[in-house]
């Protein structure tokens, strides 16, 4: 189960990791750490979990559990059995890290909280991955994606400014907040490398989203402001908007110091860049609705291509609006190696997003396809724990793994 001869060993070869976790944040950071080269088991229950479940399907198997289970090998077990504490407690003792995203108090309702992690392994690091954390008065609340967005603000500051708050178009409070518990997950064993010493890694999907929130937390925070919702717009300078080209839309990037004169040039106002109402960010914002729609006449005489070529030229950033199909088989992704192909146990070669962690020693690997629930039961159990193929087929009978 470690690296063999042939397989890349990554930065993090020999650190074992426990994936007691369900959903996204924490069996992505999971398998983040898989991705550097740790040895990481997955635990779901006999059957497979709830989000094996999740549509869409691909050959009666959920598309949705291949993208945060790479690089991970796959033992079923029912933590509710009675036979469970014992098999938990092996892995643990096994594990340098054991990452979990139950509700607060759950571990220690199974038997495994802190105190009795540490006694069975004084040098292990827990990860616990929670809606709004391990303290505080909202601390036992129920959390998805969707109600860390509105419990963040993230929703309030998203959509038109006339218009309602609105969700983003991917669960990005889980995606954030699996990468964060892999970066703490990464110092506690730096420290643990140092020092021997393992800890607890408590972290929030609401502290993580809150704090993604920017200028307009640190409006609040130093001003006692309250940045409005400001669409497609960029709510610091201006113009910066989405515009209709002739054949769609375009975003353009033209409010900066440098940026201004040059798009005042193309769009055929250069004097517009010495005009003493747009000399500032707050002037050219002051004037956005005026600056934006001499941009949008502008953009939707011509095609995106057109559009395209004469920004590149002048170094404006500029992006056609991509459609996922589109971005997904776009040369830069394909130069970028942002798509991998792995071999499946049971679909045959499949087509997964890799990491976006590029690096020039140590980079991420994608070693192992996603894994069925309970592939790999038979080995965890006979490497990690040292149980015998009766001892095994015991469990299996008892409707323990």
């Not at 007691?20 to 944040?25: E, G, Q, V, W, Y």
């Not at 020039?360 to 040292?386: F, M």
Request: net charge negative.
């Amino acid at each position: 189960m470690a690296a063999g001869e042939n397989e890349p060993v990554g930065p993090l070869d020999g650190v074992k990791v426990l994936d007691l976790s369900r959903f996204i944040a924490g069996p992505l950071c999971a398998q983040i750490l898989g991705d550097f080269g740790a040895e990481v088991v997955k635990i779901e229950r006999p059957g497979g979990e709830d989000s094996r479940k999740h549509g869409p399907y691909f050959e009666g198997e959920s598309i949705y559990m291949m993208l945060y289970h790479r690089n991970k090998y796959n033992a079923t077990l029912d933590t509710r059995h009675a036979r469970a504490l014992e098999v938990l407690e092996g892995l643990v003792r096994w594990a340098d890290v054991v990452v979990e995203n139950f509700r607060p108090g759950t571990m220690d309702k199974m038997g495994l909280g802190w105190s009795r992690l540490t006694e069975l392994n004084p040098s292990v690091i827990l990860v616990s991955i929670s809606g709004f954390g391990q303290t505080g008065p909202d601390s036992e609340r129920t959390l998805f994606d969707a109600i860390s967005q509105a419990s963040s603000g993230l929703m309030a500051a998203t959509g038109d400014p006339d218009g309602k708050p609105i969700l983003t178009g991917t669960y990005i409070a889980d995606y954030t907040t699996g990468y964060i518990a892999a970066i703490g997950a990464l110092g506690a064993i730096l420290h643990r490398n140092r020092t021997g010493e393992g800890q607890h890694v408590d972290i929030a999907s609401l502290d993580s989203m809150f704090a993604t929130m920017g200028i307009r937390l640190i409006s609040h925070l130093m001003l006692g402001q309250e940045i409005p919702r400001s669409g497609s717009r960029d709510a610091l300078t201006a113009p910066v908007s989405l515009y209709e080209a002739a054949d769609g839309p375009v975003y353009i990037q033209g409010g900066t110091p440098s940026l201004f004169p040059k798009l005042c040039a193309v769009i055929g106002y250069p004097e517009l860049a010495n005009d003493p109402r747009f000399q500032n960010a707050e002037g050219r914002i002051a004037h956005r609705d005026y600056l934006e729609g001499l941009v949008g006449v502008w953009a939707s005489g011509l095609p995106i291509a057109d559009i395209a070529r004469i920004l590149e030229a002048e170094g404006i950033p500029y992006a056609k609006v991509a459609s996922i199909a589109e971005v997904a088989e776009s040369p830069q992704i394909a130069a970028r190696e942002m798509v991998t192909e792995v071999d499946h146990p049971t679909l045959g070669r499949l087509r997964i997003p890799s990491s976006p962690i590029k690096m020039g020693l140590t980079p991420p690997t994608v070693r192992k396809a996603p894994s069925l629930a309970g592939e790999d039961s038979d080995e965890v159990y006979t490497r990690i724990l040292g149980m015998s193929a009766e001892q095994i087929a015991q469990l299996r009978a008892e409707g323990a793994i």
